[in-house]
């Protein structure tokens, strides 16, 4: 069974700290997606990364940094962390089949992040 | 411009009843590929169908169907005798493969499905 999993369902964090989001697949995908998803505004792109060390920003990568090592994860960093950063992200990662093919992109199961 | 556009925010019906959630896109690309979502309370997407953009073929599996027309730019999906398990919000996203494979995704359709 395909399996996306991040390292924390809640977390609370204070203004100002630097802030880890873990997220590590099992598929040997080689995309892994960053979104955020807040009300009424569906999930946005923060950060993109197609393979090992190499990454892509989105559509709202301001306040936000990412990390990707190794294949299997990707982590997502708030260097200096604020109340406006406060919902839900989201780790997902893909692969396609073949160049050209667009495949499903599998879901983790989200971080609801407070910063306080 | 690359979007998707779920225009119904939040729908809610009574058991058994049929629904439908719209979703239009907008692509430059020939070729492309169209997903619907489901996102249950617990939070995960769950993927329920992947359509590419040169299969114009409606789908139906058990209770849910799926109509895609380019003519219109639309890709609904319809519940029949909905049930209180599918309520859940329900989101709609396009990928273009050329370049590369990011997902854009609407604003998703609150589904509450009322006993």
């Known amino acids: 069974d395909v399996k996306v999993t991040q390292s924390s369902r809640y977390l609370v964090k204070r203004t100002g700290e630097k802030v880890f989001l873990e997220c590590v697949q099992d598929m040997d995908h080689e995309n892994m997606f960053w979104y955020r998803q807040d009300p009424g505004l569906g999930l946005r792109l923060i950060y993109f990364s197609y393979d090992v060390k190499m990454k892509e920003k989105g559509d709202i990568p301001e306040g936000y940094s990412v990390s990707r090592e190794k294949k299997e994860r990707f982590s997502l960093i708030l260097e200096s962390a604020s109340t406006n950063q406060t919902s839900m992200y989201l780790c997902a990662s893909s692969s396609p089949k073949r160049a050209g093919e667009g495949t499903e992109a599998f879901f983790g199961q989200g971080t609801r992040l407070t910063v306080v | 411009a690359q979007k998707v556009t779920q225009a119904q925010t939040e729908i809610s019906v009574v058991e058994k009843e049929d629904v439908t959630l719209d979703c239009v896109y907008e692509t430059r690309d020939t070729t492309y590929y169209l997903f619907w979502y489901k996102q249950p309370p617990s939070g995960e997407l769950v993927f329920l169908i992947r359509?590419?953009?040169?299969?114009?073929q409606n789908e139906i599996s058990g209770r849910y169907s799926w109509n895609f027309q380019k003519s219109t730019s639309s890709f609904n999906f319809t519940i029949t005798a909905s049930q209180v398990v599918d309520s859940a919000v329900y989101f709609c996203a396009l990928i273009f493969t050329s370049g590369t494979y990011k997902y854009i995704f609407g604003t998703g359709t609150r589904l509450k499905v009322l006993a």
């Open positions: 359509r590419n953009s040169f299969d114009e």
